[in-house]
């Protein structure tokens, strides 16, 4: 079975602070993982996906994750925190292709001017 | 580039009646999905439909649900008697599907800006 914790239902950083949203995971088989940003009123956009080969995976708008195995994690980061990227972002998970998405409950960033 | 659409962005309707969300999912992709979010919950999957039929569907799709795509372009969410909790944000989704692809090929899925059902 496949299921996605996200700690920390809300989250607040000062502008041009580190991002750092954390989402862990448990999945019987290696898993695909995927982080998506929601804005206020709208749908869900891939920020960055890990599917396989470097563990460090890089996405739009400066956010990166990196997949760690052994920790069961793919927590979602970003150097300089801006305004824009107050948002939802959800951490997800599925077992293969054309297999459902499970979700995580979701973290609201708030970024603090 | 190519995306989802759903329409109507916004649905009102009263308990007991039936309502149809519709999403237009990207022309070459060959699995669609539904989720739904509940205001202030997580995203919960629905079903997924593949080849003219349903390949999963979770708890939440009962009897009331139903998918269909009705023409080569359309796919559509029914439910027949609607209840107060089945006020939501439904998210379309939908993605390609590599017979024996690689790992590598993995092809995630695009989702719609979704349609809010309010039930009244």
């Known amino acids: 079975a496949q299921s996605v914790t996200q700690l920390g239902s809300h989250v607040s950083v000062s502008e041009g602070a580190l991002v750092l949203l954390r989402c862990n995971y448990s999945s019987s088989v290696p898993p695909y993982l995927f982080w998506y940003v929601q804005y206020p009123n709208q749908g869900l956009q891939l920020l960055l996906k890990y599917t396989t080969g470097a563990t460090l995976v890089k996405g739009i708008n400066g956010f990166e994750a990196e997949f760690k195995k052994s920790e069961t994690s793919f927590h979602l980061t970003k150097p300089s925190a801006h305004m824009s990227d107050a948002a939802e972002y959800f951490c997800?998970?599925?077992?293969?292709?054309?297999?459902?998405?499970?979700f995580g409950t979701g973290t609201s960033l708030t970024v603090i001017p | 580039e190519p995306e989802v659409t759903q329409t109507p962005s916004h649905q009102v309707t009263q308990m007991g009646q039936e309502v149809i969300l519709r999403c237009v999912p990207i022309?070459?992709?060959?699995?669609f999905y539904w989720y739904r979010q509940i205001l202030g919950q997580k995203v919960e999957f629905l079903v997924s439909f593949y080849n003219n039929e349903i390949s999963e569907k979770s708890e939440i799709f009962d009897d009331q649900f139903s998918v269909e795509r009705p023409d080569g372009s359309n796919f559509t969410l029914k439910i027949r008697s609607t209840k107060l909790e089945d006020s939501a944000m439904y998210f379309c989704?939908?993605?390609?599907?590599?017979?024996?692809?690689?790992?590598?090929?993995?092809?995630?899925?695009?989702f719609g800006p979704g349609t809010r059902l309010t039930v009244l």
């Open positions: 022309s070459n992709h060959l699995y």
């Open positions: 989704a939908s993605s390609v599907w590599l017979a024996g692809g690689a790992r590598s090929s993995y092809n995630e899925q695009f």
């Open positions: 997800a998970v599925s077992r293969n292709t054309g297999n459902q998405f499970y």
